[in-house]
C-alpha cells in the first residue's frame, strides 16, 4: 500500500501541511505551547508516542495474561485430584495466552496498570473520553448512535478540533498517523461520509463504521478503498499492521511522532487468522462466582436475564470466548512487528507505547451472554500496559486511572502545558516515572445512556419495544432507559462502587469490593446511611463536572469536605437534566 499524507508531494520532506516550513527558528515559534521538559529548547527531539487500541478487550476474563482467569476457570463440582488435574490444564492451556508477546515488549519493559476504567462501557463513548480526555457528560457522545452523537456533525464540529491528536500536530508539531477503527458511525452519509478527515491528523487509513476483518471499506486520507477476502491482502489486522510499518519506514524523521492503531479484535464476527482458527481448542468461557447465576437485587435489565442458560447459549459464549483470543494472536503479531521495527529504526528508545480497551466485556456473567453496557467490573475494566522512556521495567501500579487520562498524559509527555486544555483528566506521567508522595485521585465516573429502538424486536416477539442486543434467546444486554451513572472508588481503606439508575425504578447498586469482587451482593440497602450519603453527593458533583472539577477530592480523600445541604439544593438535578428526554 502507498503510503500518502493528507498534504500530496510533502510526505518525503516530512512537513506536516499546517507546518509552512520545518526551519528551527519558526518550530520554536509555533510550538510554543510544546516546550516542556522534552522540548525543542534542550536541543532534544520530543519523545514519539504510539497508542495501541483494542476493541472490546477484557481484562477481569482474561483479556490479558496472567489474570484473575487462571483461578477461575476450572469447572464447579470438582474435588481431590480431579480438581488439581483440571486447575493444571487450565494452566497448561493459559501459557499459551494470545498476547503473551505483548505482555513481555509492552508490560514487562513497562508499567501495568491494575486499575484502569472507562467512564463508559461501550465503543463510541469511549472512544470519544480518549480522544478528547473529556467524561461522556461533557463530550455528549453517550451511545454507538448518530443520534446518540457517534460521529455525528455536532461532534465534528464542537468536540475533533480540539481532541488530544488535533494538539499535537497544531500546537506540538507531531506527525499523526491513525489506521483502524475510529467511531462507529464514522463514514455514514449524514456524517460527511468518508471524504470527512478529522482535525489534527497527518495520515487517516479509517474504517467505515464498526470492527470487520474482511470485505470493509477503508478512508484513505478521505477517499474509499474497498477491501474484499484474500486473507493476505485484506485481513484488517494485518492491514493495519502493514500500514503501520509502512509510516514508520517513510515518515519525516524531523518531528516527533504519533501513531494511534486501532485493532478490530476481539470485537465480533470473532474471524481470526487462518493459521490461528484451531488455537485454544481447550478454552472456555471462566467459570467465575458470577457466572449463569441470577442477579439478585439488581437492575431489571440484569433481572431479566435467563437462569440457568440454556447449553445452546453455555456453547455459544463458550466459542465466542475462544474466537476472540483467536484473533489477538494477531494483535499480538502487530505489536512484535511494530517493536521490532522501532527498534531497527533506532525510535524504540525515544517512544511511549500505550497498549489498552476501548471496554471490557462478559461471557455469561449473571447470565448475560455477551456484551458490554453494563456496570460491573468485567465491562469497565481494561488493560493498560505502558512502557517509554524513564519508565523502569516490570512496574505494576495499583493507581486509579481512566482512559480520560490518555489524553492529558500524551501531551504532557510532548511538554503541553495542560492547563491550557479542557480535558477532565489528569497526566499520570509522574506515576510512569515513578514519583513519590504523589497526590492523586480516589475515585473516577462511569456513566452510560442506553441504546434502543421503540419497536419489538421481530425475532422476540414477546419483549416490549425499547430493548437492543437481545441474542441470543431473547436475553437483552441494553435498552433504551438502561441509563445509569457510577461512583467508582479506591482508597487504601475502601474499594466501593456507587451507582444510580436514571428511570422510573431509581434503583441504586453498592458493592464492596473487597469483599466481593464478584459483585454478587448488592449492599446499598446495609451500608451506612452517612457514607451512602456522601457517595450519592460525589456522584453529583462528578456528573456537574467539568475540567478543573472533575479533580477534586474522593469521598475517601483527606481534602475532602461534605456539605450535605448542597444535596438538597437546585445542583441536584443537574444529574437529571443530562439525559436527552426520547430516552426516558
Known amino acids: 500500500m502507498l503510503l500518502l499524507p493528507l498534504a500530496p508531494g510533502r510526505f518525503r520532506q516530512g512537513s506536516p501541511r499546517h507546518l509552512p516550513s520545518c526551519s528551527p527558528a519558526l518550530l520554536l515559534l509555533v510550538l510554543g505551547g510544546c516546550l516542556g521538559v522534552f522540548g525543542v529548547a534542550a536541543g532534544t527531539r520530543r519523545p514519539n508516542v504510539v497508542l495501541l487500541l ?112 488535533a494538539i499535537l500536530r497544531s500546537m506540538c508539531g507531531y506527525q499523526t498517523f491513525f489506521a483502524g477503527k475510529y467511531l462507529n458511525e464514522y463514514g455514514a452519509p449524514d456524517a460527511g461520509g468518508l471524504e470527512h478527515v478529522p482535525l489534527g491528523w497527518s495520515y487517516w487509513y479509517a474504517l467505515e463504521k464498526n470492527s470487520k476483518y474482511y470485505n470493509y471499506t477503508l478512508s484513505i486520507n478521505g477517499k474509499a478503498r474497498k477491501h474484499g477476502e484474500n486473507y493476505s491482502v485484506d485481513y484488517l489486522t494485518d492491514v493495519l499492521a502493514n500500514v503501520s510499518l509502512d509510516f514508520l519506514d517513510y515518515k519525516s524523521n524531523f518531528e516527533p511522532f504519533f501513531m494511534m492503531i486501532a485493532t478490530p479484535a476481539p470485537h465480533s464476527p470473532w474471524t481470526a487468522a487462518p493459521q490461528y482458527q484451531k488455537a485454544f481448542q481447550n478454552v472456555f468461557a471462566p467459570r467465575n462466582k458470577n457466572f449463569n447465576i441470577h442477579g439478585t437485587n439488581k437492575h431489571w435489565l440484569i433481572r431479566q436475564a435467563k437462569t440457568p442458560m440454556t447449553n445452546s447459549s453455555i456453547q455459544f459464549l463458550d466459542n465466542a470466548f475462544r474466537k476472540r483470543w483467536q484473533t489477538l494472536l494477531s494483535v499480538d503479531d502487530l505489536v512484535e512487528k511494530l517493536v521490532k521495527r522501532l527498534e531497527f529504526t533506532g525510535e524504540l528508545n525515544n517512544t511511549y507505547i500505550f497498549y489498552t480497551s476501548d471496554n471490557g466485556y462478559h461471557t455469561g456473567q449473571f447470565s448475560l451472554p455477551i456484551d458490554k453496557r453494563q456496570l460491573y467490573e468485567f465491562d469497565i475494566k481494561v488493560p493498560l500496559l505502558v512502557r517509554g522512556p524513564g519508565i523502569k521495567p516490570n512496574q505494576t501500579s495499583k493507581m486509579l486511572v481512566a482512559n480520560i487520562d490518555l489524553g492529558p498524559t500524551i501531551l504532557d509527555i510532548a511538554g503541553y502545558d495542560l492547563n491550557k486544555t479542557q480535558m477532565d483528566g489528569m497526566s499520570f506521567l509522574p506515576i510512569l516515572r515513578g514519583a513519590s508522595n504523589l497526590t492523586w485521585r480516589s475515585d ?27 441474542f441470543p434467546d431473547c436475553v437483552c444486554e441494553d435498552a433504551y432507559n438502561n441509563t445509569y451513572a457510577c461512583v467508582r472508588t479506591m482508597s487504601a481503606l475502601w474499594n466501593l462502587q456507587y451507582c444510580e439508575f436514571d428511570d422510573q425504578e431509581v434503583f441504586v447498586e453498592v458493592y464492596n469490593l473487597t469483599a466481593d469482587p464478584d459483585q454478587i451482593t448488592n449492599i446499598a440497602k446495609s451500608i451506612d446511611p452517612e457514607l451512602l450519603g456522601k457517595m450519592n453527593y460525589r456522584l453529583m458533583m462528578l456528573q456537574s463536572c467539568s475540567g478543573p472539577t472533575c479533580r477534586t477530592p474522593g469521598v475517601f480523600d483527606p481534602r475532602y469536605r461534605f456539605d450535605p445541604r448542597l444535596m438538597f439544593s437546585n445542583r441536584g438535578s443537574v444529574r437529571t437534566r443530562r439525559f436527552s428526554k426520547h430516552l426516558l
Open 444 to 470: 473516577v465516573l462511569v456513566e452510560y445512556q442506553g441504546e434502543g429502538r421503540n419497536v419489538t424486536d421481530p425475532t422476540c416477539p414477546s419483549l416490549s419495544p425499547g430493548v437492543s442486543q437481545c
Open 54 to 165: 483494542t476493541d472490546d478487550q477484557d481484562e477481569v476474563l482474561g483479556g490479558m495474561p496472567f489474570s484473575e482467569y487462571s483461578t477461575t476457570n476450572c469447572q464447579t463440582g470438582l474435588q481431590g485430584e480431579e480438581l488439581r488435574q483440571e486447575h493444571l490444564r487450565t494452566y497448561l492451556e493459559l501459557s499459551r495466552t494470545p498476547l503473551k508477546k505483548t505482555k513481555a515488549l509492552i508490560g514487562e519493559m513497562g508499567m501495568t496498570f491494575s486499575s484502569a476504567y472507562v467512564p463508559s462501557a461501550l465503543c463510541c463513548p469511549s472512544r470519544a473520553s480518549i480522544l478528547t480526555g473529556k467524561y461522556p457528560h461533557n463530550h455528549h457522545v453517550v451511545n454507538n448512535t448518530l443520534e446518540g452523537n457517534c460521529s455525528s456533525k455536532s461532534w465534528q464540529k464542537i468536540q475533533e478540533p480540539n481532541t488530544f491528536p
